[in-house]
């Protein structure tokens, strides 16, 4: 008798246990029907802390590549959401805005508090419309050419003579400084400071957000809560809001000066804005200035015509918005670097309330029943062999009428690192327009090849992201300042 309870003792807690993970690892009944990313080789990825882009194209891109699936059902961030892997699919939910809202974030994890949900980013509906108006006539109000050279010629003086250079690094401290004096008017000084303490905050709040396991299971957030990460974060947030108040007394040519002069926004709204136009003007910007520098570095031929279309624009002078404009060659290495290493590899959920059948591009029909969350998933889009043959290469021509590759110039609607529709990144022309500079100045004033033992000599390696955020890290590469350019 004391054999058979204490047996029971033992299997009942296994059991409840399995039932308890066959329920959470399990679809749920009405997306059963659809393909789905197998469970265990997902769970060991995330706990492993395996970045996303190697997750997305080991694990997503075959439901694409191989078995020609529009979407795919995938367990992330503690329950399972539909990955759309075909363009059209991502067009008809981009432009169905009223149907397709952006999901309610989650309350448990730490990332929405501090991203805050009274953003562009976030909102919908009127809140959007209202968010949205504000935010579009701050940056139509100015492209800060100018200042991006003025930053640029300030980490050429960093650099100094060049060599061996962590340029993931000085990408960073460019366009934190970037979107800092630009969009909000204030000057991090990171370009020159060494061991800026706002960046090592804010490096330490995506770290402390960034944990696996509380990742795979937000709940966590609810049950064990990280008191020093979420002190960390509130500090973080405050910054901002004296970065704001400051402004507001202390006009100057910036978006958020801009932003300020627009009636109908909450300081928390203004505040949330703030975060995400930092995390988006630095880090997504840092990372698409990191793969253009890796790519051409992997392909000399091409830097070397990229850099002799910016000496017969420029020749010694600076750029401006109009010869960056005779920069076409250079424009299509920036658009095929934000496609080959997308800085960011999936958008932000939508929920429909109503059921939905979505249509792909080879005919197929996935139905979808309401309240169904959808992500447009972007680096598995740019990967697709369907629209991308040969995707893992390099091919700046794919972007200019016909190339080797490519016989017919791209589909809009095919290349998505700024999303698309009408909630695509409202900041795309700055972005651009801060790409173009930089990689400009960098092909008039330098010449830059990779390490022969450099761990990138076969792809960029990137960071792990609780943004969904490809960032190359560690990229050391060799910098030789060009005879003709001695000045910085």
Sequence with gaps: MFDFFFGWQVLLPIASLAFFLNRVFTPPAELRHLPRAPILPLLWSYISGEVEDVRLKRLILPYANEANEGVVVVYALGRWIVHVLDHQIAKDLSDNISMWPKEEPPDAMLLWRFVGKTNVILSNGDAWKRHS?????????????????SLGKKLFKKMANGGLIKWDDYTMRFTLDAVGTTALGHNFDTIEEDHSPFVKQYNEVMDGIASPLYIVFPKLEKWLPRHEVIKNIDNLVSKFQGILEHKKENKGNDMLTYMLEEPGMTDEEY?????????????????????????????????????????????????DISNLRDMNFVQACIRESLRINTPI???????SDSPANLKASNGKTYYLPPRTSVILNITCIHHNETYWPDAGAFIPERFMGKSDKDQVRVDA??????ALGPRQCPARNFAMYELRTLAAMLLQQWEWTLPKDSPHSDFPHNGFSPF???LPKDMFVNFTRRK?????
């Design 413 to 418: 609607s095919l290349w998505l690192p700024f």
């Design 345 to 351: 590899t999936y958008m932000v959920p939508r929920v």
């Design 133 to 149: 108006h504000v935010v579009k006539a701050a940056l139509n109000r100015n492209v800060p050419i100018a200042e991006f050279v």
């Design 468 to 470: 969904a955020l490809s």
């Design 484 to 488: 003709s350019s001695s000045s910085a």
């Design 271 to 319: 505040r949330d804005n703030m975060v995400v136009f930092f995390i988006a003007g630095h880090d997504t910007t840092a990372g698409a200035m990191s793969s253009f520098v890796y790519y051409l570095a992997k392909n000399p031929e091409i830097q070397k015509r990229a850099r002799e279309e910016v000496l017969a624009a420029l020749g010694d002078d600076e750029p």
